[in-house]
């Protein structure tokens, strides 16, 4: 009895790390231009869709192979999102209509999920893991579910320095507080944003790659990632990534006991009612720290 | 014709003589819109029957009530600022009760209807609950996990539903001619199309639809003029949810057949993007947007299903990237902007009450009485045991230097925000533990220091949302020419037009005419020429002699304090450190200081 648990345990934390990693990534490009990337969640698929690509051409990697390819993946996504990017923010500059990014993004993520379509079609593809099920509790776990939570954590650890102790990080941290004081003091407002943009994919295209064999890679899974990413974001507050950290994981646990007690048609019922709740009670999130911010 | 552009000069001179004409319900952009869009409704539900096309019936059918669940969702999107990404939910859940009530149980395709609209409702209550709370894209996020969790429950309900399998719902009578070869669906759907469009044209001119836009734009200047946001949010999600169920409802006579997979999020999407990439506010927006995202690539693609939401979200983006104001609204910006720039005329106070009235005597007593008022914001002492009267019929001049708590005072007063201590009074009434819009409708009305002069409505709409908000009882007193002369000015003038200065003067007006007796204004002079200063000391005085006004004014023109109020009080650090007429004031020696340190700052 309790090893079902322990699995859930297990699995829902590896799960719900990919949902911190989206919710990160949804921060940074948030934080830098007040933009939430409907697109996130196929891009992050896309990265999954890279792992399952390069299997079907070149046959199972190596291990020294397979470490080298997350970065490819990473750097890949993160080229796709920064000329995304820069799509999303030109009608911006010449357009007193400042929620176009709201259309956009979300076509773009159409447009990713047909084409995807178009290429194979309805079904959702599976990835083997290249390493065997690591045993946790006397149990077989595959291996992809703690490399999430490990991969969480390094960008958790990254970001969190590169935010607070690199100037171009601070730079990215003082458009959240200011823009219009931010774009005064003379920073390059537009080309840091591209470059959050540009973090934004390498977190997704990275967690893609490394959690491609236990995610749904299909053209309309998508939907389900960016909102229990979303989830995640508001539990532990927009703008914190130590909050994302900590909500993925509550998501994703909250997910697979779903999924075990309810059924799975039930998962998407619960992530909803979970972000009511907390939208109703505490709109600014659990570790949210702008109280005073209205939503 | 009113809505054409007049040069000034005409402007100027209709202001000297008011028309007396009532100002047309729709401008001439709405008209012209409204009457394209019946006629295309009318020719495309007529051509396809005469002509006995069955699959143009259908599809014609289908795409006009897809328009009206789009127009539905861009009146809650436009006029209320609500987004909801999940109306395919509400759509859905329409058709769901017909097909459950009229497939499943063999109810008549009436007590269908009233099913369908009334789970429509259900669904809209549920997305208005969580809108009280959360706004813009994270209800945006709510809706749009309830559109998708939506087919979910269909399946997981199977045995009322009947799942995967569907329900098909045989209405033969409904889909044979009765009218010039028209069908009752047919009929049913274009009388639809065309309220539904009637609706969006007339819909913002309404009392309800210019309150909806005040709220939406700015909450707390509907609460100033005794609007509910809540309430007005709700009324919008209803409304919305009535129109989109009427549309559902008709789906399963048109397609014979409702499954969960017809419902997906994409319909939700499909609904949000016709109103966005058809145009924000244009009536003819959803129908460009619907004949673009749906009909189109529906009789162009037929053969190539798949090719579909490929087509669909590059047009979508394209739109956005080249018109961000969608087709129609494109078209119409560029039609505006042909026109000439236009000038404002001055506006003129001197006849805002008949000239024939007599001064008012003075009236009695205390208008406001503020004791021992405490208010903090964390650490910071905003307001610091301010006790303070103001006589009713009075000039009350409120100066200090910025961050003295002034504005915050008039924050407690109007209820804004609530006092840590202390009692308010209003015309002797305690109203400390009162909501703004309670305390406006004493007759406390007030202005901002940010003009809320809203571009959402037209420039005379701006003013007339005062007359719409009536907040005392008192009998009006300003004068029907005033009020005839400055809908003549600002009938043809776009909002966009108004400069700033005169824009607060036109937030003073509106307060003025919602009859309030206690007017807080917060700053009203600030972007004011000298010349239009003097006007304004006169307005004020005027207010006070000829209404019977009581005013409070925060002001950092001091002259101006001195030529109109007739006491004053000075703020410091949250504290009153003077309080009484005018040359008693400013010769006091703790006052003195103060202001040569304003004065050169």
């Known amino acids: 009895m309790w090893q079902e648990y322990a699995i859930i345990l297990v699995r829902g934390i590896g799960l719900g790390s990919v949902y911190a990693l989206i919710a990160m990534s949804f921060n940074i490009v948030k934080v830098s231009s007040g933009i939430l990337n409907f697109a996130q969640g196929n891009m992050f698929v896309l990265g999954g869709m890279m792992a399952y690509g390069f299997v079907a051409f070149f046959g199972q990697p190596s291990l020294g192979v397979w470490i080298l390819l997350i970065p490819v993946a990473a750097i890949v996504i993160a080229v796709l999102l920064t000329i995304q990017g820069y799509l999303t923010m030109l009608p911006l500059s010449y357009s007193d209509d400042q929620q176009s990014w709201l259309i956009t993004t979300m076509a773009v993520s159409i447009i990713i999920g047909a084409i995807l379509l178009l290429v194979q079609g309805p079904n959702a593809l599976m990835v083997r893991s290249i390493f065997a099920n690591i045993p946790v509790f006397g149990m077989r776990v595959p291996a992809p579910f703690l490399m999430a939570i490990g991969l969480a954590l390094f960008w958790y650890v990254v970001l969190q320095w590169f935010l607070s102790k690199t100037l171009t990080g601070l730079a990215i941290s003082a458009l959240w507080q200011d823009p219009v004081a931010g774009r005064a003091a003379g920073l390059k407002v537009r080309r840091l944003q591209l470059l959050a943009f540009g973090i934004s994919g390498l977190i997704v295209g990275s967690a893609g790659f490394v959690s491609a064999p236990i995610i749904t890679l299909a053209s309309d899974s998508a939907v389900a990632y960016v909102l229990n990413g979303f989830v995640a974001l508001v539990i532990g507050g927009v703008a914190s990534n130590t909050g994302a950290l900590i909500a993925g994981p509550l998501v994703g646990v909250a997910a697979m006991l779903a999924t075990f007690k309810l059924g799975g048609e039930f998962q998407g019922l619960v992530s909803m009612l979970i972000l009511v709740t907390i939208l109703l009670i505490r709109p600014e999130g659990i570790f949210g720290s702008t109280a005073a911010r209205r939503v | ?601």
């Not at chain 2, 979910?152 to 009578?173: K, R």
Request: net charge positive; glycine share 10%.
């Open chain 2, 1 to 601: 014709m009113n809505a054409k552009v007049s040069t000034s000069g005409d402007i100027a001179a209709a202001a000297l003589a008011p028309s007396g004409r009532a100002l047309p319900l729709l401008d001439r952009s709405a008209r012209i819109q409204l009457v394209i869009g019946i006629l295309i409704l009318v020719v495309a539900t007529i051509v396809p029957s005469a002509l006995g096309q069955a699959y143009w019936i259908g599809i014609v059918n289908l795409a006009i009530i897809y328009v009206v669940a789009s127009i539905f969702m861009g009146l809650l999107l436009v006029d209320a600022g609500q987004v909801s990404f999940g109306h395919g939910a509400v759509f859905g859940a329409a058709a769901y009760a017909v097909g459950i009530a009229c497939g499943m149980h063999g109810l008549s395709f009436p007590v269908g209807i009233v099913f369908g609209v009334l789970a429509a409702l259900v669904i809209g209550v549920l997305f208005a609950l969580p809108a009280l709370r959360v706004q813009w894209f994270y209800l945006g996020f709510v809706t749009l996990s309830a559109a998708m969790v939506f087919p979910q429950m269909l399946f997981a309900f199977n045995t009322l539903t009947n799942g995967i399998n569907g329900i098909s719902i045989p209405l033969p009578q409904l889909n044979a001619p009765i009218l010039f070869g028209l069908s009752a669906l047919s009929i049913m759907t274009l009388v639809l199309g065309i309220a539904a469009i009637a609706t969006s044209a007339i819909f913002p001119k309404t009392l309800l639809g210019r309150r909806m836009r005040v709220a939406s734009a700015s909450p707390e200047a509907a609460q100033s003029l005794g609007i509910s946001p809540g309430r007005m949010r709700f009324i919008a999600f209803m409304i919305a949810s009535f129109g989109t169920g009427l549309a559902g409802v008709l789906y399963p006579p048109t397609v014979g057949f409702v499954s969960p997979n017809a419902f997906h999020l994409d319909m939700s999407i499909l609904f949000f993007f016709a109103v966005i990439v058809g145009g924000k506010g244009q009536p003819l927006g959803t129908i460009a947007g619907v004949t673009l995202l749906y009909l189109l690539p529906n009789v162009f693609l037929a053969q190539l299903i798949e090719y579909r939401p490929l087509v669909y979200g590059t047009v979508a983006f394209l739109v956005m990237l080249l018109m961000p104001a969608g087709i129609v609204g494109g078209v119409v910006r560029w039609l505006t902007l042909r026109q000439k720039p236009q000038r404002m005329p001055a506006l003129q106070f001197g006849h805002i009450v008949d000239s024939a009235q007599v001064s008012l005597p003075r009236p009695e007593g205390n208008a406001i009485e503020i004791k021992d008022v405490r208010k903090a914001f964390g650490s910071v002492v905003a307001i610091n045991n301010v006790t303070l009267t103001v006589r009713r019929g009075e000039i009350h001049g409120l100066v200090g230097a910025n961050g003295s708590g002034k504005t915050s005072l008039l924050n407690v007063l109007n209820g804004f925000s609530a006092s840590d201590a202390g009692t308010v009074k209003v015309n002797g009434r305690d109203v400390t533990s009162l909501r703004a819009r309670e305390v406006a409708k004493l007759g406390v009305g007030r202005t901002f220091q940010t003009p809320r002069i809203f571009e959402q409505l037209s420039a005379w709409d701006n003013v007339q949302i005062g007359l719409d908000a009536k907040l005392s009882s008192n009998p009006t007193l300003v004068s029907e020419h005033f009020v005839g002369s400055l809908r003549d000015i600002l009938g043809p003038l776009r909002t966009e037009s108004i400069p700033h200065g005169q824009r607060r003067l036109l937030e003073v007006i509106r307060v003025i005419l919602t009859d309030a007796d206690i007017l807080l204004l917060d700053e009203p002079a600030a972007g004011l020429s000298p010349e239009e200063r003097l006007a304004f000391a006169a307005l004020l005085r005027d207010l006070r002699d000829k209404l019977g006004l009581t005013i409070i004014f925060v002001e950092h023109d001091l002259d101006l304090v001195a030529r109109v109020a007739d006491r004053v009080t000075v703020l410091e650090s949250g504290t009153v450190i003077a309080s009484g007429d005018v040359a008693s004031v400013w010769n006091d020696p703790k006052v003195k200081p103060l202001f040569v340190s304003v004065r050169h700052a």
